[in-house]
């Protein structure tokens, strides 16, 4: 597609569920960042792929979340355990990447609820 | 490290008045700063750049935004504001160490007919 694809677009789990959200990049982007969003507040990253490889996880909170990019395009971030603290929107976006004046192209987001 | 900061949480104008948005930054080294909106239910759009060069920086929808060095900030700006402008800001830098965009707390435009 044209721009940056996120699936499901809503999420609904109950606290202890496994969630798995994902995104397919635009083509040809090489960088992939995950964000996620709360209520009220600016973007919170979360992890950067370049490639198939994780550059930077720095910004995922504990062990309960995890992200994959097996083969450079899409990529999904794993949740386990969900907590109610959880809940956000969790945002991705792509970008050419190796490029530091580029921006990044954002989808719309897959917002997870954890009753 | 590097962040920015958005000291308004919301922002009220008329329409048709001049609208400002403020960010000031903290960066080691040349800051590349950029704008970004978010209309409700929508992700966030990219508006503007500053990488180098001129320091009044113009981008989509009529709006541009001024790099100063001396104050370290980089206000959001447009002429005439609309009633469709209405949406929330994030100002952000890029961390030239890690590749990623550090975005500030976001303010909320709201313009009034």
């Known amino acids: 597609g044209a721009g940056v694809s996120q699936t499901p677009s809503n999420k609904v789990t109950e606290k202890g569920k496994y969630v798995e959200l994902r995104c397919d990049p635009i083509?040809?982007?090489?960088?992939l960042y995950w964000y996620r969003q709360s209520l009220g507040q600016g973007p919170e990253f979360l992890i950067y792929?370049?490639?198939?490889?994780?550059?930077?996880d720095s910004g995922l909170p504990n062990d309960r979340f995890f992200a994959v990019r097996p083969e450079g395009s899409v990529s999904t971030l794993k949740i386990q355990r969900t907590e109610r603290g959880d809940s956000a929107v969790y945002l991705c976006?792509?970008?050419?990447?190796?490029?530091?004046?580029?921006?990044?192209?954002f989808g719309e987001g897959s917002r997870l609820t954890v009753l | 490290a590097q962040s920015v900061a958005q000291p308004e949480d919301q922002v009220n104008v008329a329409e048709g008045n001049p609208l400002t948005v403020k960010c000031t930054y903290s960066v080691s080294g040349n800051p590349y700063l950029f704008w970004y909106v978010q209309y409700p239910n929508r992700g966030l759009q990219f508006l503007l750049k500053?990488?180098?060069?001129?320091?009044l920086v113009k981008g989509s929808y009529g709006f541009e935004a001024e790099f100063n060095k001396s104050q370290t900030s980089f206000h959001l700006k447009k002429p005439s504001a609309l009633v469709s402008d209405s949406a929330l800001y994030f100002c952000a830098v890029r961390d030239m160490v890690t590749d990623k965009l550090i975005f500030g707390t976001g303010t909320r435009l709201q313009v009034f007919p």
């Open positions: 083509s040809g982007h090489t960088a």
């Open positions: 976006a792509s970008s050419l990447g190796g490029d530091w004046t580029g921006e990044l192209f």
């Open positions: 500053y990488i180098t060069g001129d320091n």
């Open positions: 792929f370049q490639g198939t490889g994780a550059a930077d």
